[in-house]
Structures are given as structure tokens and as C-alpha cells.
């Protein structure tokens, strides 16, 4: 059975870092590409960052993140993070991490599998 399971979410304050994680299983985890997204209440699910599979060395930020996220991935774990730094408000939504063959495709926001998400809560 795949799963991507989530955790590392919680309420912070303007400025502090969390560092999200995404624990895999039932697939081949260097065969894919994982994307990390978040969906704030009343928005369309964003692609925040995504790291292509094992052999590849690919990776995506999205503009409203890039300089204060860093994705990572761990083979001997089979987990990719997410380590968020200098957390704003507006940064404040789920994350969900989604698992795909191809990096091209988990970047626009399209997976095979998908986790549940945690929640993230930034306060000003």
C-alpha cells in the first residue's frame, strides 16, 4: 500500500522555522519525484517546492518561497523535508507532499500519490 504520511506542522510566529516532513513507503522512493503544496482556506492548492527523483538533482521553488525553503530528500529513510525558515503569515495554509514518475508533472501540480497534509499556522 503507498503512503505519503506528513508531519512537523504546528503554530508558530513570524520568523521562526518548522521543518516539515514527508514519510514515504509502498513504492520506490528513488524512482520518483516529490512535491511539496499547500492550500490556504479559500485558494487554489499552490506547488511549493519539488526535488526530482534519485539521479536527477532537479529542483523547484515557487517565487513566493524561494531563499527561505530548502527541500531535501533521504533515500535511507525514504522521507523528503522541507525546512521553512523566516515563516510569514501569508504562509499559513495545509501542506500536503505528493509523489509522481515525473519532476515536470509534480511541479505543476499533478501526482500519482498523495499524503493528507498538516496544517501550518503562522501568527503575525
Known amino acids: 500500500e503507498v503512503q505519503l504520511v506528513e508531519s512537523g506542522g504546528g503554530l508558530v510566529q513570524a520568523g521562526k522555522s518548522l521543518t516539515l516532513s514527508c514519510q514515504t513507503s509502498?513504492?520506490?522512493?528513488?524512482?520518483?519525484?516529490i512535491g511539496w503544496f499547500r492550500q490556504a482556506p479559500g485558494k487554489e492548492r499552490e506547488a511549493v517546492s519539488a526535488i526530482s527523483a534519485a539521479d536527477d538533482n532537479l529542483i523547484f521553488y515557487s517565487n513566493s518561497v524561494k531563499g527561505r525553503f530548502t527541500i531535501a530528500r533521504d533515500s535511507a529513510k525514504n522521507t523528503v523535508y522541507l525546512q521553512m525558515n523566516n515563516l510569514k503569515a501569508e504562509d499559513t495554509a495545509v501542506y500536503s507532499c505528493a509523489a509522481d514518475h515525473l519532476f515536470s508533472t509534480v511541479k505543476t501540480g499533478w501526482a500519482d500519490y498523495w499524503g493528507r497534509g498538516t496544517q501550518v499556522t503562522v501568527s503575525p
Open positions: 509502498g513504492f520506490t522512493f528513488n524512482n520518483y519525484a
